[in-house]
C-alpha cells in the first residue's frame, strides 16, 4: 500500500519556468523525502525534510511540509530540459519503513 | 563514489522458472530495501533488512518470493515459480540508517516474464 500521494501525475512545462509537485500523505511521519527518477533508472535522493522543519532549500529545490495538513510540495525554480523526469515523495514511517506515493512525471520542454 | 550494486540489468525468463537478482549495498549501510516497480507507478517495498534481519516482510508475497541477507551484507531476491504478473522493476536501495537518512538506489533489474 502507498502512503503518499503526489499531484498532478503529470506537469509539463517550458524551459525556465518554476515546477510545483505536491505530496500527499496519511500517517504521521518522522521525515519526508523527494527522490527523482530518470526513465529507466534507479531513484536519485533530492531532499529530507524532518517533520520538526518547515522548509528546506538544496540549489534551485525548494521543498515545504505543512505537518498539520500532511502536505509537502517541491518547487523546482528555472527548470532544464534535464530536470525531465518522474518525482517521489517518500515518508519514513515507525520501524524506519520508506514507503513511496505513485509519482509525479514532470516533463519541461526546450 | 560508492553505488549499490545490481545484477543482472535485464532479465528474460518463462513463466513458472525461478529468477534470482543480487544486490550488493553499499559498504557499512546496515539496511537493505528490495522494492518492485511496476511501469508507471511508484516503488513498493518488498523486503526491509536491518543488518541480516528481516524488519519487514509485510508486503512480501511468501508463496513465491524468498529473500535473504545471509552476513548482514549482500542479498538476493528469489521468485519461483515465476509468474506473468511479475514483470517489472526490481530495485535494490541501502541506507545507513533506515529511513532517517537518504536511500541509494541501484540501477535495477528488468525482469519479463514470458
Known amino acids: 500500500s502507498q502512503q503518499g500521494e503526489e499531484d498532478p501525475q503529470a506537469l509539463s512545462i517550458q524551459e525556465g519556468e518554476n515546477a510545483t509537485m505536491n505530496c500527499s500523505y496519511k500517517t504521521s511521519i518522522n521525515n519526508l523525502q523527494w527522490y527523482r527518477q530518470n526513465s529507466g533508472r534507479g531513484l536519485v535522493h533530492l531532499i529530507l525534510i524532518r517533520s520538526n522543519e518547515r522548509e528546506k532549500h538544496s540549489g534551485r529545490l525548494r521543498v515545504t511540509l505543512d505537518t498539520s495538513k500532511k502536505s509537502s510540495s517541491l518547487l523546482i525554480t528555472a527548470s532544464r530540459a534535464a530536470d525531465t523526469a518522474s518525482y517521489f515523495c517518500?515518508?519514513?514511517?515507525?520501524?524506519?519503513?520508506?514507503?513511496f506515493g505513485e509519482g509525479t512525471q514532470l516533463t519541461v520542454n526546450p | 563514489e560508492a553505488e549499490v550494486a545490481q545484477s543482472p540489468r535485464y532479465k528474460i525468463t518463462e513463466k513458472s522458472q525461478a529468477v534470482a537478482f543480487w544486490c550488493d549495498p553499499i559498504?557499512?549501510?546496515?539496511?537493505l530495501y528490495w522494492y518492485r516497480q511496476i511501469l508507471g507507478q511508484g516503488p513498493e517495498l518488498l523486503v526491509q533488512f536491518q543488518d541480516e534481519s528481516v524488519v519487514d516482510d509485510s508486503q512480501l508475497p511468501k508463496d513465491r518470493f524468498s529473500a535473504e541477507r545471509l552476513k548482514g551484507v549482500d542479498s538476493t531476491l528469489k521468485i519461483q515459480p515465476a509468474e506473468l504478473g511479475d514483470s517489472a522493476m526490481y530495485l535494490c536501495?541501502?541506507?545507513?540508517?533506515?529511513?532517517?537518512?537518504?536511500?541509494?538506489f541501484g540501477q535495477g533489474t528488468r525482469l519479463t516474464v514470458v
Open positions: 559498504s557499512g549501510h546496515a539496511t
Open positions: 536501495a541501502s541506507s545507513y540508517q533506515g529511513g532517517v537518512a537518504e536511500a541509494f
Open positions: 517518500a515518508t519514513e514511517l515507525s520501524g524506519s519503513r520508506l514507503t
